[in-house]
């Protein structure tokens, strides 16, 4: 078990690493200088060196990415020099935004992908089971933001119920803040939902035919009551890999959603720290990214043993 | 502050998550309506796009700082009106001497920071002779390079020396080079703004918005809204989403006129058209082929019809002027017959200049104007044989570094906002457009150091040198439009100046 953490440990710390020299690279090969960007379009060529050499980026890149890296350790981002703020809280906020609407949106979708992908399983070969696996299949193809559009659009425009777009802090207004995420949480679990019915359906299907669940049968249970005694434990494990998978891909990939419905979240803050190529946010934004995304998978490799005692098994027996 | 989440809201916020999926659906039965509430005349919210990345304009270039700092948290001596007149502001009179090259401004009394500082000649010194030292990092202060020095005469009056007489220079100091600061207030201008102007700022949410209260002991007129927020969205259909479901009061200097039509319609809004300084610009790299050739270029001018140009691409609104001066400029005339439409013409002067079937890149920025303009141009350009290749580049980063830097094009498009700007695109040969401007230098700085008749005159003679020239084509003049609430008056419908006045807005 020790080895195992250890193990999980150092791959968490080389991943960081690594991360932080692809970022700081990339970030780098991009083209657009941000002494340029600041300058603008009065620019004079003594202006952009006066600014680049307030920014730093006019020293070697060795040097600037020690400097921002020493800073990491000590789990300071740094001042950036084109918002002239510490990026530390604000991405701290930024990411609070993200995690609220993410979460929320896939507790939403699994709420419902797994009734439903489990209905769709058990009633695989009924009408009602193919609607299922129909809508599904029709829902992927939704992308997020027109079911965003069209959703804003009847409830906020059309019918009024609900504002068009915005954020408000919990602490300021706590019926605004719940009124401003429904739209845009629905809008990120229709997509959701309707890649983890798949996933659901198919790890049920698979779990149907497993002999243990004709024993459980034998025994006397309903063939639901079997399948939720015995059966859903077993499909929960490619459940939980493709949803971490999908948690991770879901904080940045809500950039779209965030634009939509205006919430100043991570990906927007991303995308305009590129567009002004504000060098030391992106590059602590994509730490973040990365940060969660490890965690995530940490977190779910606890999951895993303990919704599957074997792995649990296989652990002890390691040590 | 009305910042997002504190820490410690946030991890509530995620313990409580699950509990919130399932009350999701039943807040949203109780939300309500949020069009009908009543309307608070304290408070006012305009929709903006493009967030300022810090207020610190000394070092940071882009419209959007000034619109939100420039007459609202700053004020500079003179102002402009919405016809383009120079009006008075923190100097209540001025007047010049030793012909043309001194001016001496009589200064208000009573006006103080927003930090406590009282304002006087000092300030005025400390102000400009900080946007001559290297503190300023904005290519504009340039504009003050004619400023020899400024003499403190007392508390209220001072004397500013130019090197040469200038009739441009008080018009720059309505502009963002002649914001006054105080000594004490400048430590921290990214975040902490110190002017003397109607509102300070009380807070801001980065990535929503700018928070600004009224200053109880401000020196004038006192503003008629005491909190105004300014929300910035990133794209135009959210602005009027906003606006349609009642987050939003105004909608400035709007994006989208396509949106327009649902709210002309509506008596619950009032649309503003108005005229700005900003030129829609064709701009042809004078020095590398094609378009070093005079002809190749005036035959550009010849095949592009601006009135379809606009009316395509910007629903029809803005104004033709066949020259890259706006209308508000005192030297503005209406140059459209200069190059009627006429691709026979166009066609004429390629075979003359050897250039049939060109083949060229036109870069294009990422930004909505320009998009909806490339497509047009490109088939008005394929009707005169000219085969332009549509090039995205990624605006500001990437147009800044190949076109604007590189001088690494052919044809481009762009909103030259800047106000005033005739001599900063046309008078520097190192410009990226690359005009030759011999023939107007010596022009352009004698009409500037005669009196106002002559700087005019001179001026409108500069306009028509360069027209014919045909560095660049002047699509159209950029439409200022506005949307806002039938309940709100004093917006005003120009952007002659870099700000966006917020003092004169009141709910009636």
């Keep these: 078990m020790l080895v195992r953490i250890a193990g999980n440990l150092a791959r968490f710390v080389l991943s960081l690493l690594a991360a932080t020299l692809a970022v700081f690279a990339l970030m780098r090969v991009l083209p657009g200088d941000p002494a340029a960007i600041a300058a603008g379009e009065n620019a004079t060529p003594e202006v952009v060196a006066g600014l680049a050499k307030q920014f730093g ?121 719940l009124a401003r995420l429904v739209l845009p949480v629905i809008a990120l679990a229709g997509v959701q939902s309707a890649i983890l019915v798949r996933y659901v359906r198919s790890a049920v299907l698979e779990v149907m035919h497993e002999d243990y669940l004709r024993t459980a049968r034998a025994k006397g249970l309903s063939p639901l009551g079997a399948l939720v005694r015995h059966g859903l434990r077993n499909a929960a494990i490619p459940v939980l890999t493709v949803t971490s998978v999908q948690f991770s891909a879901l904080i940045i990939g809500a950039v779209v959603i965030e634009r939509v419905f205006v919430i100043p979240g991570l990906g927007s803050m991303l995308l305009s720290a590129v567009g002004n190529r504000d060098l030391l946010t992106v590059q602590s934004v994509v730490m973040v990214l990365v940060a969660i995304t490890l965690v995530v998978n940490l977190l779910v490799d606890v999951l895993y043993t303990i919704v599957d005692p074997r792995i649990r098994a296989a652990a002890q027996g390691e040590r | 502050m009305q910042a997002i989440l504190t820490a410690r809201r946030g991890r509530r916020g995620a313990r409580l998550a699950a509990v919130l999926a399932a009350l999701l659906m039943l807040a949203a039965c109780s939300a309500g309506s949020t069009g009908g509430a009543p309307v608070n005349k304290d408070k006012l919210v305009v929709a903006l796009t493009g967030e300022p990345v810090n207020l610190d304009f000394t070092t940071t270039a882009g419209a959007a700082i000034p619109q939100a ?122 975040n902490n703004p110190v002017g003397t102007g109607p509102y300070k700022l009380a807070s801001w949410a980065r990535g929503e918005s700018i928070n600004l209260v009224a200053r109880p002991d401000y020196w004038g007129t006192a503003p008629g809204i005491k909190d105004v927020s300014l929300r910035y969205f990133a794209d135009a259909i959210a602005t009027t989403n906003a606006l349609s479901s009642g987050d939003v009061d105004v909608i400035y200097n709007m994006q989208a006129p396509e949106l327009l039509s649902s709210f002309e319609s509506n008596p619950a809004y009032q649309v503003l ?62 140059l459209n017959d200069r190059y009627p439409f006429d691709p026979a013409k166009a066609r004429a002067l390629l075979q003359e200049a050897g250039a049939q079937d060109l083949k060229i890149t036109f870069t294009v920025p990422t930004r909505p104007y320009a998009t909806a303009v490339s497509e047009i141009v490109q088939s008005q350009l394929r009707d005169v044989g000219i085969d332009a290749k549509i090039a995205s580049a990624e605006f500001p980063a990437v147009w800044l570094d190949q076109v604007f830097t590189s001088h690494d094009y052919q044809m481009s498009v762009i909103l030259a906002v800047e106000a005033r700007d005739l001599l900063t695109m046309f008078d520097d040969p190192n410009y990226y457009i690359g005009y030759d401007n011999s023939k107007i230098k010596d022009e352009a700085a004698a009409a500037d150091a005669s009196d106002e008749a002559n700087y005019v005159e001179g001026m409108k003679n500069v306009v028509r040198t360069i027209v014919d020239d045909a560095p660049v084509d002047t699509l159209f003049i950029f439409p200022n439009i506005s949307v806002a609430k039938a309940g709100i008056s004093g917006l005003g419908a120009n952007s002659v100046t870099e700000a966006l006045n917020l003092a004169p807005i009141a709910w009636s």
């Design chain 2, 273 to 334: 058209e108005g005229t700005s300084n900003g030129e829609v610009i064709l701009s042809m790299n004078n020095k590398a082929k094609p378009f070093n050739d005079k002809r190749v270029r005036q035959a550009v001018l010849y095949a592009i019809d601006r009135k379809a140009v606009r009316d395509t691409a910007w629903n029809g609104l803005g104004t033709l002027v066949g020259g890259p001066v706006p209308p508000t400029d005192p030297y503005y005339e209406d």
């Design chain 1, 57 to 177: 980026t006019d020293r070697p890149l060795p040097v600037q990415y020690w400097d921002w890296f020493s800073g990491l350790w000590r789990g300071d981002f740094g001042v950036s020099y084109v918002t002239r703020t510490d990026i530390s809280p604000l991405v701290a906020d930024k990411v609070q935004v993200s995690l609220i609407l993410v979460t929320l949106a896939m507790a939403l979708a699994l709420a419902i992908a797994i009734p439903a992908g489990t209905i769709a399983a058990v009633r695989h070969n009924k009408p009602s089971g193919a609607v299922i696996a129909a809508a599904s299949q029709l829902g992927i193809a939704v992308p997020g933001f027109l079911l965003g559009i069209v959703l804003v659009s009847f409830f906020a425009l059309r019918l009024g119920w609900l504002p068009a777009n915005g954020w408000v802090a919990p602490g300021v207004d706590f019926a605004g803040f």
């Design chain 2, 69 to 190: 700092m420039m007459a609202n948290v700053y004020e500079g001596l003179v102002t402009l009106d919405q016809t383009g007149a120079i009006r008075p502001l923190l100097a209540t009179k001025w007047e010049t001497s030793n012909m043309n090259k001194s001016y001496t401004f009589t200064l208000v009394e009573g006006a103080t920071f927003s930090n406590g500082a009282a304002f006087e000649a000092e300030d005025v010194k400390f102000s400009i002779e900080r946007v001559k030292s290297a503190a300023w990092l904005n290519g504009l202060k340039s504009k003050m390079d004619d400023v020899q020095d400024v003499v403190v005469n007392s508390a209220t009056s001072v004397t500013v020396n130019l090197a040469r007489p200038s009739q441009a220079w008080l018009y720059s100091m309505t502009t963002l080079v002649g914001a006054m600061f105080d000594p004490s207030g400048v430590d921290d201008l990214a």
